[in-house]
Protein backbone atom coordinates (compact mmCIF):
# COMPACT_ATOMS: atom_id res chain seq x y z
CA UNK A 1 0.00 0.00 0.00
CA UNK A 2 2.80 2.36 0.80
CA UNK A 3 4.61 1.26 -2.43
CA UNK A 4 4.19 4.51 -4.44
CA UNK A 5 5.47 6.82 -1.47
CA UNK A 6 8.08 4.86 -0.44
CA UNK A 7 9.44 5.17 -4.31
CA UNK A 8 9.15 8.76 -4.34
CA UNK A 9 10.66 9.28 -0.68
CA UNK A 10 13.43 7.68 -2.88
CA UNK A 11 13.64 9.89 -5.09
CA UNK A 12 13.37 12.74 -2.95
CA UNK A 13 15.68 11.49 -0.40
CA UNK A 14 18.57 8.99 -2.21
CA UNK A 15 20.82 8.85 0.56
CA UNK A 16 18.00 7.91 3.61
CA UNK A 17 15.14 6.21 1.66
CA UNK A 18 12.26 5.53 3.78
CA UNK A 19 10.34 1.44 2.96
CA UNK A 20 7.02 1.02 2.42
CA UNK A 21 7.26 -1.00 5.93
CA UNK A 22 8.61 2.56 7.55
CA UNK A 23 5.73 4.17 6.39
CA UNK A 24 3.28 1.51 7.69
CA UNK A 25 4.47 2.23 10.97
CA UNK A 26 4.38 5.62 10.86
CA UNK A 27 1.09 5.21 10.37
CA UNK A 28 0.12 2.69 12.77
CA UNK A 29 1.78 5.14 15.11
CA UNK A 30 -0.36 8.09 14.86
CA UNK A 31 0.88 9.79 11.76
CA UNK A 32 -0.65 11.63 9.17
CA UNK A 33 0.16 10.94 5.72
CA UNK A 34 -1.07 12.95 2.68
CA UNK A 35 0.72 11.02 -0.85
CA UNK A 36 -0.44 11.48 -4.38
CA UNK A 37 1.76 10.95 -7.40
CA UNK A 38 4.01 13.39 -7.09
CA UNK A 39 4.40 14.48 -3.31
CA UNK A 40 3.98 13.36 -0.08
CA UNK A 41 3.62 14.81 3.60
CA UNK A 42 4.17 13.17 7.08
CA UNK A 43 2.67 15.30 10.06
CA UNK A 44 1.76 14.55 13.69
CA UNK A 45 -0.81 15.95 15.85
CA UNK A 46 0.03 15.44 19.57
CA UNK A 47 -2.65 17.44 21.44
CA UNK A 48 -2.38 20.46 20.67
CA UNK A 49 1.55 20.75 18.67
CA UNK A 50 2.13 19.21 15.33
CA UNK A 51 5.27 17.97 13.65
CA UNK A 52 5.90 17.90 10.45
CA UNK A 53 8.27 14.78 9.77
CA UNK A 54 8.69 15.00 6.11
CA UNK A 55 7.87 16.09 3.02
CA UNK A 56 9.34 15.84 -0.69
CA UNK A 57 8.14 16.18 -4.23
CA UNK A 58 8.76 14.52 -7.10
CA UNK A 59 12.25 16.53 -8.61
CA UNK A 60 10.11 16.89 -12.36
CA UNK A 61 7.60 18.90 -10.62
CA UNK A 62 9.30 20.78 -8.34
CA UNK A 63 8.76 24.72 -8.42
CA UNK A 64 4.86 24.20 -9.14
CA UNK A 65 3.33 25.06 -5.40
CA UNK A 66 2.93 21.32 -4.70
CA UNK A 67 4.90 21.32 -1.34
CA UNK A 68 3.32 24.99 -0.59
CA UNK A 69 -0.42 23.11 -1.48
CA UNK A 70 0.34 20.33 0.71
CA UNK A 71 1.51 22.38 4.02
CA UNK A 72 -1.49 24.62 3.74
CA UNK A 73 -3.76 21.46 3.75
CA UNK A 74 -1.35 19.93 7.01
CA UNK A 75 -1.80 23.53 8.42
CA UNK A 76 -6.00 23.76 7.83
CA UNK A 77 -6.17 19.94 9.30
CA UNK A 78 -4.36 20.69 12.08
CA UNK A 79 -6.22 23.95 13.03
CA UNK A 80 -9.59 22.13 12.50
CA UNK A 81 -8.20 19.24 15.10
CA UNK A 82 -7.35 21.89 17.87
CA UNK A 83 -3.79 22.19 17.04
CA UNK A 84 -2.07 25.56 17.91
CA UNK A 85 1.60 25.38 16.53
CA UNK A 86 3.60 23.00 13.96
CA UNK A 87 7.13 22.20 14.43
CA UNK A 88 9.69 21.35 12.03
CA UNK A 89 13.30 20.60 11.31
CA UNK A 90 15.69 21.44 8.46
CA UNK A 91 19.08 20.63 7.34
CA UNK A 92 21.13 24.28 7.94
CA UNK A 93 22.08 23.71 4.22
CA UNK A 94 18.90 22.74 2.76
CA UNK A 95 18.23 26.16 1.31
CA UNK A 96 14.97 25.02 -1.26
CA UNK A 97 12.89 23.72 2.13
CA UNK A 98 14.03 26.54 4.14
CA UNK A 99 12.77 29.39 1.65
CA UNK A 100 9.82 26.96 1.42
CA UNK A 101 8.77 27.22 5.17
CA UNK A 102 10.10 30.19 5.65
CA UNK A 103 7.66 31.48 2.69
CA UNK A 104 5.40 29.59 4.41
CA UNK A 105 5.27 31.91 7.77
CA UNK A 106 7.94 29.53 10.01
CA UNK A 107 10.11 31.04 12.23
CA UNK A 108 13.36 29.70 13.40
CA UNK A 109 13.31 29.10 17.11
CA UNK A 110 16.68 26.75 17.72
CA UNK A 111 19.33 25.25 16.21
CA UNK A 112 20.15 21.18 16.77
CA UNK A 113 24.09 21.25 16.24
CA UNK A 114 25.49 18.81 13.85
CA UNK A 115 22.23 17.08 14.09
CA UNK A 116 22.25 15.76 10.26
CA UNK A 117 25.30 13.77 10.30
CA UNK A 118 27.49 17.21 11.16
CA UNK A 119 24.98 19.64 9.79
CA UNK A 120 23.22 21.38 11.64
CA UNK A 121 19.45 21.53 12.29
CA UNK A 122 17.37 24.56 12.04
CA UNK A 123 14.46 24.36 14.04
CA UNK A 124 11.22 26.06 12.87
CA UNK A 125 7.69 26.77 14.91
CA UNK A 126 4.61 28.71 12.89
CA UNK A 127 1.77 29.49 15.28
CA UNK A 128 -1.58 28.85 13.56
C1 LIG B 1 11.72 21.32 -0.59
C2 LIG B 1 10.70 20.75 -1.57
C3 LIG B 1 9.71 19.87 -0.81
C4 LIG B 1 9.93 21.94 -2.22
O1 LIG B 1 8.89 21.40 -3.03
P1 LIG B 1 8.23 22.27 -4.24
O2 LIG B 1 6.93 21.63 -4.58
O3 LIG B 1 9.23 22.44 -5.30
O4 LIG B 1 7.98 23.66 -3.52
P2 LIG B 1 6.94 24.79 -4.03
O5 LIG B 1 6.87 24.76 -5.52
O6 LIG B 1 5.67 24.63 -3.28
O7 LIG B 1 7.72 26.10 -3.58
C5 LIG B 1 7.13 27.10 -2.79
C6 LIG B 1 8.17 28.16 -2.54
O8 LIG B 1 9.28 27.63 -1.81
C7 LIG B 1 10.49 28.24 -2.28
N1 LIG B 1 11.36 27.29 -2.96
C8 LIG B 1 11.04 26.01 -3.32
N2 LIG B 1 12.11 25.42 -3.93
C9 LIG B 1 13.09 26.34 -3.95
C10 LIG B 1 14.41 26.34 -4.45
N3 LIG B 1 14.95 25.27 -5.08
N4 LIG B 1 15.17 27.46 -4.29
C11 LIG B 1 14.66 28.54 -3.67
N5 LIG B 1 13.39 28.63 -3.19
C12 LIG B 1 12.62 27.53 -3.32
C13 LIG B 1 10.06 29.31 -3.26
O9 LIG B 1 9.80 30.48 -2.52
C14 LIG B 1 8.78 28.73 -3.80
O10 LIG B 1 7.91 29.68 -4.36
P3 LIG B 1 8.17 30.16 -5.90
O11 LIG B 1 8.37 28.92 -6.73
O12 LIG B 1 6.88 30.88 -6.22
O13 LIG B 1 9.36 31.03 -5.87
C15 LIG B 1 11.39 19.96 -2.71
O14 LIG B 1 12.46 20.73 -3.22
C16 LIG B 1 11.93 18.61 -2.29
O15 LIG B 1 11.22 17.59 -2.32
N6 LIG B 1 13.23 18.56 -1.89
C17 LIG B 1 13.85 17.28 -1.47
C18 LIG B 1 13.29 16.77 -0.17
C19 LIG B 1 13.46 17.79 0.95
O16 LIG B 1 14.51 18.40 1.11
N7 LIG B 1 12.39 17.91 1.77
C20 LIG B 1 12.38 18.81 2.91
C21 LIG B 1 13.04 18.18 4.09
S1 LIG B 1 12.93 19.21 5.52
Known sequence: MFDAVANLHHLCFPHKPWSADDFADLKKSGCDIIASQNGFVVWRLVADEAEIITVG???DARRGGIAAAMLTLVENDVKKRGGKKIF???AENNRPA???YERNGFTQIGIRPKYYDGVD???MEKKL
Open 88 to 90: LEV
Open 121 to 123: AVL
Open 57 to 59: VHP
Open 98 to 100: RVL
